[in-house]
Structure formats: C-alpha cells, structure tokens
C-alpha cells in the first residue's frame, strides 16, 4: 500500500484481538486506510456504523475486522447455536469476494464462514451448513431468505449485520428481502449493524436510521466520488466507430490489465468474439453465464491469465482485481453511479489508472447525470482518424457457435421458468492459532 493509500495510524495500536493482528501481519496490512482509521474506532466501542467512502479505499476490511473483533470478545452461551453474523451483499460476485477476505482476516479465529448465492445448487449448500457450525453467513438476499425459510439456519443469534453496497441492493430490487431479513433478527440494540457503500442515496440512510441503533456516519472524500488518481478521458463517437475506436486504443494504450464495460450482454458477446478475431484473447462476464465458469473467470483475471475481461455492470462492484491499467466505457452506463463504480476497478489501493469512455448516439443521454454526479467534466478527447484500426470481421463459424450458444441459453433458461428465486447472488486455514470464541455468558469454556 502507498501512503497516500494510508494513514498513520497503525493497526498494532488498535486494540484487535491477537488472533485478527497476527492475520493482518500475515497479509501485510500495517497501517489503516482512511475509512478504517475514522470507522474503526467506532465499531470497537459498538456504535453502528454507516460508512460512505471511495471504491477500492478498504471498505470491505473495514467492516470485515470490525465483525470479526466483536464476535471474538463478545462471548455466548454454549449452548446457542450461530450464526453470529451476516453479511448482505447485492451480487454473487461482491459475496464471494468478501468470503475470500473474511477467510484471509479470520484465519487465526476459528469463525466459519460460508458464502451462499443463485446460480448454484442450494441442496449443496444445504449439505455445507449440516456438515459444519457456520458463524458467519455471506450471501445474496434472495438465496438467504430461500436458506432461511428452509429452516437451514436461523437468525435469531445474529450478533452482527453488515450490508454492503446498500444502494446497489435498492437498484437490483431487493431492498424489500434486506427489510425482511432484518426484521427476523434481533432487535437492533443488541447487534452491531454496519453500512459501508461508495455511494451513499437519501433511501439508503433512510433505511439505516429505521433498521439500526443510533448509527454514526462516516464519510470520506464524499465531495469527491472518483478516484483522484484515475485519468478520466472521454470520446464523442459514432456508435459504428466505437469498436475501431476501442481496437486503436487498445494498441496505443497497451494496457497491463482492461476491463471493458457494456450494457447489454448481447452486445458483449458480440464486441467479445471481434475481440477474439482481431488478436485479443478476452474473457466475458455477464449475468447469464454459469456461475462455475464465471468463477473461472474472475480467477483467471485475477491471476493474470487472462489480461482483458468484457463485463456487464455485473462486475462494476466488489472484484478485487490487482493491477487493472485501464477501463474502457465502450458503453456509457445508464445511472451515474455505475460509472464510479466501474472506473473504481482500476486506481485502487493507491495505484493509477486510465478510464475511458465512449460517447455514442445511443447513450450519451446520461453523460450529464454522470457530470453532475461527480461534480466534474470528463475530459474530452478529439479522435484522430489513425485510431480508428482496421477491424477484422469474426468467421462465420464463431459467429455460428455464438448463435448456437444463445439458443442454447434461452432454452434452458426457458426450462427453469417457475421453478423458484434465481437471485445474484480458498479452503480455509486448516491450521489456527487461536481458539474461537465459544465462551458461555461468564467467560468460562
């Protein structure tokens, strides 16, 4: 981490328990970023919390160790049966994510955590619930509440509740199942209730203050949503020309790392396969593809094996993918909020990066809602005709197995129709060094 990333107050000097330190230490995380510094000291004296800061600024540790700090020092009663806490998040994508950190900042506690989401087979996770005691539940609204009624858990021992990315939850449609979850835990004074997003919407706060205890409100660098280290650039094109436009681009730009953003799956599948024929090799990422392969998806990015991802907004918000150069807008997002979440993939953990967006006919509608939004105008770029690359049609048999493929899709998601919720929704340290929290109301073991 860069010190403009981070503050000078060191998590050593925060009073962790041993076992959350020693898994900091481990990933290499020695001083608190802005939204943890001023949050922080809050959660550890059990104020709610309602944290409003950038993409990539460190939320997610933020709530992360301030749930993992209270279920260590809070005891409970042996014979209460978890889970403790629960985290909400808007997509499947964003719920993975934060089970891939919770597994990396508890590893030392002994607190098991599982991520459960749509896209997969609820009787497996059925089957993962039976076989261990699970403390910490991540997952999308819809397959909780499916889970819940279900009778595979129960919430009436929940301690902590975070939702993250609460506005998105809003835009998705599924504020009605959050409201819903909420009521079925414990009354708000007795649980610790954290709300951290990028953005932060009047109905979000409402929701907030009619569901939590009192919570605090911490903002950071709210009168500026983007990122100041990432270089925003802008073309006015014809819809026609935004794919030589984006070829040229991407042979000036050579980025290390791309993820280029689309409205519709359609069109990405398409932009995916000229990608593919005019020598970019590239991953897609959109909501109608298996949650098994997207999953290969995001690791391969991750890794580095795949060097350019063509995404939906599906994966605007929660990847924590190293390294992105740039982000290319091919399509300009439809609502301003997306726009800072998708240029937040690059830049992050004090890095730089490049965002550049395409204005065509089609979308450019929106382009003075994202201005007003982030209170700035996006720089214009003019466009040389040099940049405009020659584009190399796919063959007939690519654009064939495309067809195929969608057909294919529709059917079988035709076959599915009625058969209940199809919501969005690293094996854990073997070894720890620390004992969990299983203590009865007097301390004892």
């Not at 607190?111 to 749509?118: E, F, N, Q, T």
Request: hydrophobic content about 35%; some cysteine.
């Amino acid at each position: 981490m860069s010190e403009k990333h981070t503050t000078n107050t060191a998590f050593v000097d925060l009073p962790l328990h041993a076992s959350i330190q020693e898994a900091l230490q481990d990933a290499g995380l020695t001083h608190a970023t802005p939204i943890q510094e001023q949050s922080l000291p809050l959660t550890l004296k059990g104020h709610d919390v309602m944290g409003l800061a950038q993409t990539g600024t460190g939320k997610t540790a933020a709530f992360l160790i301030a749930l993992l700090q209270y279920l260590m020092v809070n005891p409970v009663h042996p014979k209460a049966k978890g889970p403790w806490a629960i985290i909400v998040a808007p997509t499947r994508e964003l719920a993975i994510q934060i089970k891939k950190d919770a597994d990396q900042l508890g590893r030392y506690t002994g607190l098991k955590s599982l991520a459960v989401y749509g896209g997969t087979n609820i009787e497996h996770q059925k089957n993962l619930f039976a076989a261990t005691n699970i403390d910490i539940v991540i997952g999308t609204p819809g397959r909780i509440i499916d889970l819940y009624k279900q009778k595979v858990f129960r919430l009436k021992n929940i301690d902590v509740c975070v939702l993250d990315e609460a506005d998105r939850m809003f835009d998705l449609g599924f504020i009605d199942d959050v409201r819903y979850l909420l009521k079925q835990m414990p009354p708000a004074k007795e649980r610790l209730n954290l709300l951290f997003s990028a953005t932060m919407a009047q109905k979000v706060q409402e929701l907030a203050y009619e569901h939590f205890n009192a919570p605090k409100t911490v903002s950071i660098e709210a009168d500026h949503p983007t990122a100041d280290n990432v270089e925003q650039s802008l073309y006015h094109t014809a819809k026609h020309e935004k794919t030589p436009l984006l070829l040229g681009l991407l042979a000036k730009e050579q980025p290390q790392r791309s993820i280029i953003f689309l409205n519709t799956k359609r069109d990405l599948e398409r932009l995916s396969i000229v990608l593919e024929a005019n020598g970019y090799p590239n991953a897609a990422l959109s909501g109608d593809i298996a949650q098994k392969k997207r999953e290969q998806v995001i690791k391969s990015f991750q890794n580095g094996e795949t060097n350019i991802v063509v995404a939906t907004d599906v994966a605007a918000r929660g990847l924590h993918i190293p390294d992105v150069s740039h982000v290319f807008n091919y399509d300009l997002p439809q609502v301003a909020e997306d726009y800072v979440h998708r240029i937040g993939r690059t830049a992050r953990a004090g890095a730089t990066g490049k965002a550049i967006s395409f204005a065509c006919e089609e979308y450019v509608y929106s382009l003075p809602e994202i201005e007003h939004y982030i209170e700035n105008k996006v720089p214009v770029v003019s466009i040389d005709d040099d940049l405009l690359a020659d584009v190399i049609p796919p063959s007939d048999e690519a654009l064939a197995a495309l067809k195929d493929e969608q057909r294919q899709r529709r059917e079988k998601s035709g076959n599915r129709r009625g058969n209940g919720r199809n919501n969005n929704g690293g094996k854990r340290p073997a070894n720890r060094k620390h004992t969990t929290r299983r203590h009865n109301k007097n301390g004892n073991h």
